[in-house]
T-cell receptor
Framework: DAKTTQPPSMDCAEGRAANLPCNHS???????VYWYRQIHSQGPQYIIH???NNETNEMASLIITEDRKSSTLILPHATLRDTAVYYC?????????????FGTGTRLQVTL | NAGVTQTPKFQVLKTGQSMTLQCAQD?????MSWYRQDPGMGLRLIHY???????DQGEVPNGYNVSRSTTEDFPLRLLSAAPSQTSVYFC???????????????FGPGTRLTVL
């Protein structure tokens, strides 16, 4: 699976959009980009995933660059409950030993 | 649905003791896995299972055993606990396609284990 690079921490004011970047320059053509988050002391929570096209669901939007070497997770209206560590993961959708390789992620702090 | 449940929430062991961490899911997921998370680090895969009766090793399997007798349950056994196994343990489950986990893994709340 391709390696990802994320900033260690970011701040965002409540009500504003939080834009979390991720670099994955070695991504291959059939690897997906996944985002999970982990709120303090809880188990990780799936947010969104995509391959080439931008994706949106009730939680967030995922913007993937045309060359697929980077992506951005957007939380459109961040709240205090969005304070968490956000993990960007690149992996094949299927494989004989599929697993999630979590890096150290980005610690997002949402403030009043 | 209860989702993925784990027991106990907290556990303190002495070096050399054995114990079993329980994990259960009620979503009829085929794929289940165990991760450990150490301070300041991401999750590391210990063992996983693609269905009842089938298990395999992850990145850090030493010191842990698993079995999968039913679809619902995937216990993790520590045969002889060591201080290096002090960690937070997460169980996860998902649908599988051709033996591989699909898009969304559902995680349990975790078990916080301290080995003295």
């Amino acid at each position: 699976d391709a390696k990802t690079t994320q900033p260690p921490s970011m701040d965002c004011a409540e009500g504003r959009a939080a834009n979390l970047p991720c670099n994955h320059s070695t991504i291959s053509g059939n690897e997906y980009v996944y985002w999970y988050r982990q709120i303090h002391s809880q188990g990780p929570q799936y947010i969104i995933h995509g391959l080439k096209n931008n994706e949106t669901n009730e939680m967030a939007s995922l913007i993937i660059t045309e060359d697929r070497k980077s992506s951005t997770l957007i939380l459109p209206h961040a709240t205090l409950r969005d304070t968490a560590v956000y993990y960007c993961i690149v992996r094949f959708r299927t494989g004989t030993a599929s697993k999630l390789t979590f890096g150290t992620g980005t610690r997002l702090q949402v403030t009043l | 649905n209860a989702g993925v449940t784990q027991t106990p929430k907290f556990q303190v062991l002495k070096t050399g003791q054995s114990m079993t961490l329980q994990c259960a899911q009620d979503m009829n997921h085929e794929y289940m896995s165990w991760y450990r998370q150490d301070p300041g680090m991401g999750l590391r895969l210990i063992h996983y299972s693609v269905g009842a009766g089938i298990t395999d090793q992850g990145e850090v399997p030493n010191g842990y055993n698993v079995s999968r007798s039913t679809t619902e349950d995937f216990p993790l056994r520590l045969l002889s606990a060591a201080p290096s196994q002090t960690s937070v343990y997460f169980c996860a489950s998902s649908y599988s396609i051709r033996g591989a986990s699909t898009d969304t893994q559902y995680f349990g709340p975790g078990t916080r284990l301290t080995v003295l």
